[in-house]
């Protein structure tokens, strides 16, 4: 199975601050196509989970844009540019190129 | 817009089956696009991607190892639903449990819908 850790465990963040976390794979996200199968999902208090960002760094629909996402390979960040009070939660990360597997969340709060 | 909808006990005893049904709304359990994921959550494991099922001219299904060769899950096309069985659940099973689509249009949009979650406790 493929291993995903995602740092930190959790973040104190002050409105209107950035935001960062890591999430590193145990084996290259990249299929043969060139395609690289890492998403963000974030769960907010007493909510289900819901897709924040596909395809690494693709939005999904909705998704506000101070929320982005990069990497490459084995290494992936989740970035909020400002954080707002609405975005406290857990982060995770989801590899899709061989059966699923999540990593280990991240809860930021404010 | 598309929503899945669980139905199942919240209550299950140690020894015997779990049971769940997520139906579909909006979309098809047969759509060639798509892929039905069952998920749970708990304090100990975290998320935890369950199997899916899905249909390529055939249907196909895929399990986590954790759960393989206990877990079965079964397309109803008639209902437009797919279930999940987890058989021998010890109280380690106890566990929030999601249904969620995978959609694939370019590029695949795992899981994005979820339904509503279901807890269940596996206790005497």
């Known amino acids: 199975d493929i291993v995903l850790t995602q740092t930190p465990l959790s973040l104190s963040v002050t409105p209107g601050q950035p935001a960062s976390i890591s999430c590193k794979s145990s084996?290259?996200?990249?299929?043969?196509?060139?395609?690289?199968?890492l998403y963000w999902y974030l769960q907010k208090p007493g909510q289900t989970p819901h897709l924040l960002i596909y395809?690494?760094?693709n939005r999904f629909s909705g998704v506000p844009d101070r929320f982005s996402g990069s990497g490459s390979g084995t290494d992936f960040t989740l970035k909020i540019s400002r954080v707002e009070a609405e975005d406290v939660g857990v982060y995770y990360c989801?590899?899709?190129?061989?059966?699923?597997?999540f990593g280990g969340g991240t809860k930021v709060e404010i | 817009q598309v929503q899945l909808q669980q139905s199942g006990p919240g209550l299950v005893k140690p020894s015997q089956t779990l049971s769940l049904t997520c139906a579909i709304s909006?979309?098809?359990?047969?759509?060639?696009?798509?892929?039905w994921n069952w998920i749970r959550q708990s304090p100990s494991r975290g998320l935890e991607w369950l199997g899916r099922?899905?249909?390529?001219?055939?249907?196909?299904?895929d399990y986590a190892a954790s759960v393989k060769g206990r877990m079965t899950i079964n397309p109803d096309t008639s209902k437009n639903q797919f279930s999940l069985q987890l058989r021998s659940v010890t109280p380690e099973d106890t566990a929030v449990y999601y249904c969620?689509?995978?959609?694939?249009?370019?590029?695949?949009?795992?899981?994005?819908?979820w339904g509503q979650g279901t807890l269940v406790t596996v206790s005497s």
């Open positions: 099922t899905y249909y390529r001219s055939r249907w196909y299904n």
């Open positions: 084996q290259s996200l990249v299929d043969s196509d060139g395609k690289t199968h």
């Open positions: 395809a690494v760094s």
């Open positions: 989801l590899q899709g190129i061989q059966l699923p597997t």
């Open positions: 969620a689509r995978d959609h694939y249009s370019s590029v695949w949009y795992r899981n994005d819908y």
């Open positions: 909006g979309d098809s359990v047969s759509s060639i696009s798509g892929a």
